[in-house]
């Protein structure tokens, strides 16, 4: 006994010396020189034929943001659209910050603007422009006093830099004036403003202006600069004093521009050129002298520890782990596990072979419990009367939607589980630039759960009737998008069978894809009839959603009284009015022929199945204008049953017979 607590004493010892020593090695040997890191970025342009860059890789747009190929210049918002708002962002994300020392990068941010309104009112006073330094390149802020800056005024994690070139007075903001330049940190309301009428500056004079922001991350200082283009920088800036950045940078930030409009009024601000420049400290990481590797190099070759010092001591120490383990082994005697740690230190475990990413697999319920951190609250998306969707982290990293179904809506019968798991898998083997890829299932006892990939630009409901107004040019896209993909589907003999704007997702492109699949049960036993069924339902609801994207309205009414979308784009069609639906927010520049075109599509759509409904073949083709639209009937044709004629399956939409 005495000996033995001699030898613990002595384990503890020398153990202690060893990580010591090892961990003032590592130190020593990871941190290399410093370096500087520096970027450079020169847009002399945004002409889209710029031969020097490749516009689509290097710049995002989001929002409103557009690309004017007139003028060369990013024009946020596209066409004068009111109340909206937009970003371009350069794609990849540059180091601003050294999070060893702390230390912000210096950077140098020279570009030329202008804002003015296209329909020649004199003096436009709504929204403005800001350059940002956010953290990521898929948010969009929000419009009007809001600048494209910030997503929810209450977003406290949301790390931005933003100096702000404001032509709207907002007072509850804290604005001086309708002529300001502001710096924000972290927060729309700026924690420095200038007034630049005093420099005789008129941000919204319809002139190109120049603007150079310089930042030492060395001595925390800031200086603006603003002056007409064309001229050297002014010898007096705006402003110039110390500003710590630190609390409001990751490592690794992405930077750009933001913009907004207000309710009535409107402006455009174009971004004609842009330098950017940065240095941002550092220090070269090198290999280090211990790697894992060595550990067991000692095992089998012994003389490597005569070479250094530190060799020795990793020897002593593994020496004295092995006399821990013999020790503990001895005292409690495991023999099993002797072997399993064996195996471990000395062959690498047989890894599971990789499946290919793309495609699904089953997932067991831990991986998908790890994900979803327990299904926590914080993670929920949304939820409906048959499921509750969850944003996840797989364990390599990407980003998942898990929608969970709940008990009670599968419980009914064995066989309709064996179908539901069928289509499932079936779904998942389908590859389409705009579906969402299904990663995955996840089908025990209790849990039925579909993992999808994530699309980070949000649901088309979001867009269609939340903050903004979406262009005409993407709600058409969005559209022929979402034909194709049940086109597609359907070609496969399946259905989507949950076709609504909250079912289509926008990625960071403005790509649009069809997720959140239906699978929903039903009483017919033939699976192909079923399929068939489903696939008249798919169009029919198809059609309402283009008339949810044309008109900017929800399908049910908001207000009683009023008639629902599809009751009353029937009776606009009836009175020959149906241009009155067209999206007014949308403004003038939407192409009103291609609009009520798309309109009549939509309409055909829910047309009686045998009555002149059209198969989503036939709808890409009308789309993409390679077949003509047949003319609407004069009337709304009467049908008891709106999906088809022999059933009257109910999913989203409505089972009540017509009026
Ligand atoms: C990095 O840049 C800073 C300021 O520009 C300079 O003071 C420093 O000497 C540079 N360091 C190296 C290692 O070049
Ligand atoms: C801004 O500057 C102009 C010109 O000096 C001045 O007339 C105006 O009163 C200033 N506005 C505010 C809010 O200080
Ligand atoms: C502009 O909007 C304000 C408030 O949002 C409203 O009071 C005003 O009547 C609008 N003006 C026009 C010309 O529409
Ligand atoms: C922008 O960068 C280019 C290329 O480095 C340089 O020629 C030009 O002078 C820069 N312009 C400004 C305003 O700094
Ligand atoms: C062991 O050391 C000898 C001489 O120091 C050397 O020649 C030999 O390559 C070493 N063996 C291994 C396996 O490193």
């Excluded at 000996?3 to 010591?20: D, K, M």
Aim: with cysteine; proline share 6%; hydrophobic share 35%.
């Amino acid at each position: 006994m005495k000996f033995s607590t001699n030898l613990f004493i002595f384990i503890i010892l020398t153990t202690t010396h060893t990580i010591s020593l090892a961990s003032a090695k590592k130190k020593k040997f990871t941190t290399g020189p410093e370096i500087n890191i520096t970027k450079h970025l020169y847009f002399p342009n945004f002409s889209p034929n710029n031969p020097i860059r490749t516009l689509n890789q290097d710049i995002t747009l989001l929002g409103s943001a557009a690309i004017s190929p007139e003028n060369g210049c990013i024009q946020i918002p596209e066409n004068n659209l009111q109340y909206s708002a937009g970003r371009a962002i350069y794609s990849s994300p540059i180091r601003l910050f050294d999070p060893n020392t702390r230390t912000p990068a210096s950077f140098e941010s020279t570009f030329t603007f202008q804002i003015h309104n296209p329909t020649n009112r004199p003096e436009p006073i709504s929204g403005g422009l800001s350059f940002i330094i956010v953290p990521d390149e898929f948010t969009v802020g929000r419009p009007g006093p809001w600048l494209g800056m910030l997503n929810d005024a209450c977003e406290d994690e949301y790390k931005v830099v933003a100096v702000e070139f404001d032509t709207r007075m907002n007072p509850e903001f804290g604005d001086p004036n309708d002529n300001h330049v502001g710096i924000n940190l972290g927060s729309v309301v700026s924690n420095i403003v200038i007034n630049v009428s005093e420099f005789g500056v008129h941000l919204n004079d319809g002139t190109v202006h120049r603007a150079w922001i310089i930042y030492d991350g060395y001595r925390k200082f800031l200086e603006i600069y603003l002056g007409p283009d064309g001229i050297v920088r002014p010898a007096r800036g705006v402003y110039s004093g110390n500003l710590d950045l630190s609390p409001y940078l990751n490592e690794y930030m992405f930077i750009g521009f933001s913009g907004s409009t207000g309710n009535n009024r409107t402006e455009v601000h174009s971004i004609c050129s842009w330098n950017f420049t940065s240095v941002s400290r550092a220090f070269l990481r090198v290999p280090s002298a211990e790697s894992c590797e060595s550990k067991f190099a000692i095992e089998n070759y012994p003389n490597v520890s005569s070479k250094t010092p530190s060799s020795f001591y990793i020897f002593v120490a593994v020496v004295v782990l092995v006399l821990i383990t013999m020790v503990s082994l001895y005292f409690n005697r495991k023999p099993k596990e002797t072997n399993d740690s064996d195996e471990i230190a000395v062959v690498p475990k047989e890894k599971q072979r990789p499946s290919p990413p793309t495609r699904a697999r089953k997932f067991n319920l831990a991986e998908i419990n790890s994900a979803t951190r327990g299904f926590a609250e914080l993670q929920v998306l949304g939820s409906d009367s048959r499921s509750v969707t969850y944003k996840g982290s797989l364990v390599n990293g990407c980003n998942v939607v898990v929608k969970r179904f709940s008990g009670k809506f599968l419980s009914a019968r064995v066989s309709d589980r064996r179908r539901m798991i069928k289509e499932v898998k079936a779904v998942g083997k389908i590859r389409h630039p705009n579906v969402v890829s299904i990663r995955g299932w996840c089908f025990d006892r209790q849990e039925t759960i579909v993992v999808y990939d994530f699309v980070p630009n949000g649901s088309l409901d979001k867009w269609l009737f939340g903050f903004g107004v979406l262009p005409w040019t993407r709600r058409f896209k969005v559209v022929k998008d979402v034909a194709e993909a049940l086109s597609y589907l359907h070609s496969k003999d399946l259905a989507h069978k949950n076709v609504k704007t909250s079912s289509v997702f926008l990625d960071v492109s403005f790509r649009t894809l069809v997720g959140d699949f239906g699978f929903v049960m039903s009483t017919i036993e033939s699976t192909r009839f079923e399929s068939l069924v489903s696939q008249k339902v798919d169009i029919f609801e198809f059609g309402v959603l283009v008339l949810e994207v044309v008109s900017g309205r929800t399908r049910r009414s908001v207000n009683p009284g009023e008639l629902d979308l599809l009751d009353l784009a029937w009776a606009m069609h009836e009175t020959d009015e149906k241009a009155k639906l067209v999206d007014r927010r949308m403004g003038l520049v939407v192409n009103p022929d291609q609009a009520i075109r798309v309109l009549e599509v939509g309409l055909m759509c829910t047309l009686n199945d045998n009555k002149g409904r059209p198969n989503m073949e036939e709808v890409v083709e009308y789309l993409n204008f390679e077949r003509p639209v047949p003319e609407l009937p004069m009337t709304r044709p009467v049908s008891l049953f709106p999906y088809s004629s022999t059933t009257g399956l109910c999913s989203g939409y409505t089972c009540a017979p017509f009026k």
